[in-house]
């Protein structure tokens, strides 16, 4: 039905150009796939949680320069045709025009959002994008970045045999989340709530269910620096709502490497941490979440971070940013010497191998880990699993054993019960009040077995 919706705009846009002839044969594909391109954005952009604008880059160099991370499929000239044709079939709104900055290197994307024409047509589709709209497994997952004048940029590398394997088990671990269908189990009511919540967060993004993939990005021009999982939806929930997000409707368990950049830290130099927490031990156990992001930035810091990092935020802290430094460097002196020196990257790098390891042993059983950084979702059948594997990767980059905290977070309510009869009136009346997660789990059964 999407198809046909994107056939039918593309009509109207070739109606209403002024051409003097028609498009070559690949002129001709390349529109009609810009054209889709940019309705796929709108259509997941519009069923995001909160509603968001699209984005798209109208400078013509930009899409031959670092062809390994581009669309080969999207060409400048077609992009703009479909753009400025969707303008002016007002289908299309600009809310935010872009710009570049040539010497600056720098500049913003031109933002949009679908007219209530489109709109309207887009609430007479069946189906959820995030499950009609399936990810390319081909796209490039191996994301190089280096600093440039203070900023961060993808850059171009050589395909190497350790890239190959990268993107191979990345491909692998992707191609398991795909046969799994993960949610988020909120009230319909929670939703505006939880939209709220995340326009309030300046380092949240709207939560999109059709990221179900990941990529792994690598820093500072270097394989041996970064490498974490980024971009799935799950990643972008807050932390207060984790404990309603459901695999294949099931309950899950999050477990979590407790305190785990200091024991890396000490780990990989032969420190002893000793048994005090190592955040609560620099303010007496207050305003801890404060000392852990203080601890990470001056891990991650290649200089002596004289001036506090514009992320944190020291209000109700009776002490300034020096002082909270120097708290930092006295609670951990046999380490003091590691901060500011950028050892973070390289941490950042091991525990990315450490999480790998973990997600390609589930793969291989054909059950999804959804990984948040130091901690991993899971269906609660598989919390012992889960705990062994993480002991069992980390010991074997460190070999050390670490402490780690899971937290069994909803009940696990299914579809249908154990002999394929439809719920009770009581669970029915319980998905009236979660009717969105119920219809998207819904469609992901009628889905799968398509």
Known sequence: MFNELIKEITRDLEVNETRARGRADVAQSNFEYAVGFILKELWRNSRSIPPTESSINLRAGYYSELRRYKDANLTYRQVRAAFDGLLHCRMIEVTTGGYFLRDERRGELTRFVPTDRLLERFEGLEGHPAILLRPDLDAETIILRNRIDGANFDIDYEDTDKTDRF????KKINQCFLKHWAD???????????????????????????RRTLVRIFANGSFEEGGRFYRGWWQNVPSEYRK??????????????????????????NYQMGNEDAYDRVLDGQHRDIVKQAFNAMVQSKTPLNRKPDKI??????????????????????????????VGNKLQFKDSCIAESVLLQFADQNQAALPIHDSFIMRVGHAGELEEAMRRAFYGEFKADIPIKSEVVIERIAIFDEQGEPRTDEVIRDDREHGQWYDRNTQWL???GK
């Not at 993107?167 to 990345?170: A, H, P, V």
């Not at 319909?188 to 269910?209: G, S, Y």
């Not at 020291?314 to 950028?342: V, Y």
């Open 167 to 170: 993107k191979s088990n990345l």
């Open 184 to 210: 988020l189990r909120i009230k319909d009511k929670q939703v505006d709530e939880l939209a709220e919540r995340i326009n309030q967060h300046d380092n949240k993004e709207p939560i999109d269910f059709s």
């Open 244 to 269: 309603y997000i459901t695999i294949d409707e099931s309950v899950t368990t999050e477990y979590d490497f407790s305190q785990l950049s200091p024991h890396m830290l000490y780990f990989a130099y």
């Open 313 to 342: 935020n020291l209000d109700g802290l009776d002490m300034g940013w020096p002082d909270l430094r120097q708290r930092i460097l006295d609670s951990h002196k046999p380490i003091q010497h590691l901060f500011f020196t950028g």
């Open 446 to 448: 009628s889905q799968r």
